[in-house]
């Protein structure tokens, strides 16, 4: 006799009578429960009156209080202009509520209209955001862009969903429609768990996991310094080959993506060669430390694909701060309490080398492969620093006892910064025993009120 599936639990609406058209529910979404807020306007191009901003208040702090996950349509113009501070109030006790929900339980906001001024900055609060055409984010529209700057501008030019895919990297995801977003979000949550104090649901497996990997090895160009597509290697890592890749127009150089091993949800980054050499710039730094942040929050394993030379040189880089944003990736892993496995596919080296979560940064197994170089530098830059004087065929002689010397993963291996050197074939089954083995990984963090992230 078989058990029928339990049927959803009908939806409970909050505040449903108040004044406004932001409405709020429990909903199911793909056999999830969440809580929905819907902030989507038609008259007044959807502006916000006190009311609508209590109203998502409301929902935020009872998705916190129940542990749902929150799901935000936004749809608005900003605050009501007629209504003065009294909307104004109304939006920052939102922007307090959502921001309290931080870390706490997972929150998706679907973009399908316009997000100005403070529902903008909603956006920028919701761990992810998922955009449509028709949507438009800005803090300041184009009138006003015009009026300061004199610049003629429109509304999709500023703020549309190509312009935050691909160069401000709010919008993790975009989508054709509303219901290609909403199953997008429902994918998303699949890897998620309802709150910070479960684990992520387990999906079925049938990919072995001792399942051979030579493909992945096979992507290495002969070249040292050749691109590739590494989504290629962590393809052949994963459960089934699929992941589900967040920001993947933004800051390309570095890779972020949710996927399975063994049925078990991990949080993949790696840097990406075949975009500016996988070198990590401002954007990847971003991009990679709150990918970070966000999977140590809900118990999302890390695995880490390195392969990068460094940082990305530059004037212009460094005057815009790369030393702060390069330390938001190194705070977020030196932070990060889950299960994190390091592997090495070619070069890693200097500063690159210790954010992209090495042993001294505190991951639990660091893996290589033969084919790993780990250095300070590559051998040229080497021994243009330290033999500056020598001729053509000295250097030529010097670079190859350099590479012969330190260029290896085995002299890593002999200090304890690589646990192993493995075979590239062996990877997803090398991956997979690691995890298991710190499945129960409990790590406890000291006391105090919170730590004071790098900007």
């Not at 993949?268 to 990679?288: F, R």
């Not at 300070?376 to 243009?384: D, H, Y």
Request: charged share 20%; with cysteine; proline share 6%.
């Amino acid at each position: 006799m078989s058990v029928a599936e339990p049927s959803p639990l009908p939806p409970t609406e909050l505040r449903a009578r108040t004044n406004g058209f932001v409405r709020v529910r429990t909903a199911d979404l793909a056999g999830r429960r969440v809580l929905e807020v819907d902030a989507r306007g038609t008259e007044q191009a959807g502006a916000l009156v006190e009311s609508d901003g209590h109203s998502m208040a409301t929902g935020f702090r009872a998705a916190r209080d129940q542990r749902l996950p929150i799901l935000l349509r936004i749809a608005s113009s900003g605050a009501n202009a007629a209504e003065g501070v009294a909307a104004l109030a109304g939006w920052a006790a939102a922007a307090k509520e959502l921001t309290a929900c931080s870390g706490v339980v997972p929150s998706i906001a679907i973009a399908s209209g316009p997000a100005v001024s403070g529902p903008a900055l909603l956006l920028g609060l919701a761990d992810h955001v998922i955009m449509t055409p028709e949507a438009y984010v800005f803090m300041s529209g184009p009138m006003m862009v015009e009026e300061f700057t004199g610049v003629p501008i429109s509304k999709a030019e500023l703020g549309g969903a190509p312009v935050h895919d691909r160069t401000t990297g709010l919008a993790s995801f975009t989508a054709s429609d509303e219901d290609e977003a909403e199953l997008i979000a429902a994918e998303l949550l699949s890897f998620l768990p309802d709150h910070t104090d479960n684990q992520p649901p387990t999906q079925q497996c049938l990919d072995p996991v001792d399942r051979p990997t030579p493909e992945a090895y096979d992507v290495l160009p002969p070249s040292t310094n050749g691109s590739y597509d590494v989504r290629k290697i962590i393809t052949a890592i994963v459960d089934d080959g699929h992941l589900l890749e967040p920001r993947a127009s933004w800051a390309a150089n570095l890779v972020t993506a949710f996927a399975t091993i063994g049925g078990r949800t991990v949080g993949i980054v790696a840097n990406q060669p075949q975009t500016v050499a996988g070198t990590l710039d401002i954007a990847a730094s971003q991009k990679g430390g709150r990918f970070v942040a966000f999977c140590d929050a809900f118990n999302i394993a890390l695995v880490t694909i390195v392969d990068t030379s460094g940082f990305y040189p530059g004037k212009d880089t460094e005057w815009r701060g790369m030393i702060r944003y390069g330390a938001q990736m190194a705070f977020a892993y030196a932070r990060a309490t889950v299960p994190r496995v390091n592997l090495t596919t070619r070069k890693s080296y200097g500063g690159a080398y210790i954010v992209m979560d090495s042993k001294n940064m505190g991951n639990d197994l660091a893996f290589a492969w033969p084919s790993a170089e780990i250095a300070v530098m590559g051998a040229k830059g080497a021994v243009e620093i330290l033999h500056r004087n020598g001729n053509e065929a000295e250097r030529a002689e010097l670079e190859q006892a350099y590479e012969a010397r330190l260029l290896n993963p085995y002299i890593a291996a002999e200090r304890g910064t690589i646990d192993a050197v493995i075979e590239p074939e062996t990877t997803r089954a090398e991956i997979h025993a690691a995890l298991e083995m710190l499945i129960s990984k409990r790590e406890k963090l000291p006391r105090r009120r919170h730590d004071n992230t790098p900007l």
